[in-house]
């Protein structure tokens, strides 16, 4: 079955960086663009990232673009977002998402359990 899990968070304070790891299986994700999600306390599942099934096309919400690095490693059916110059206001928690087909978009069928974010000020 279709499974995705996430790795790589925790607290951090302003200006610091992470970067969170999603280890996939139980589909063929080379043939699959894959998304990040996050949601923040008392708020709604927004998109973060996206990525082509081939690595070669990005998208990013206009709140990370600069900060955030979304790459992934189809050998190692691995997905990573690389968090640069954290900001309070990116503290989530962060989703890895199965795409719909094989473009960079927003569209998802499937998430994982989700890894905290916390950011300090």
């Known amino acids: 079955q279709v499974q995705v899990v996430e790795s790589g968070g925790g607290l951090v304070q302003a200006g610091g960086s992470l970067r969170l790891s999603c280890a996939a299986s139980?589909?063929?994700?080379?043939?699959?663009?894959m998304r990040w999600l996050r949601r923040a306390p008392g708020k709604g599942l927004e998109w973060v990232s996206g990525?082509?099934?081939?690595?070669?096309?990005?998208s990013y919400m206009d709140s990370v673009k600069g900060r955030f690095t979304i790459s992934r490693d189809n050998a190692r059916n691995t997905l990573y977002l690389q968090m640069n110059s954290l900001k309070p206001e990116d503290t989530a928690v962060y989703y890895c998402?199965?795409?719909?087909?094989?473009?960079?978009?927003?569209?998802?069928?499937?998430w994982g359990q989700g890894t905290q974010v916390t950011v300090s000020s």
């Open positions: 990525i082509n099934d081939g690595g070669t096309l990005t």
């Open positions: 139980g589909f063929t994700f080379k043939s699959y663009g």
């Open positions: 998402a199965k795409g719909q087909n094989y473009y960079v978009g927003r569209d998802y069928d499937f």
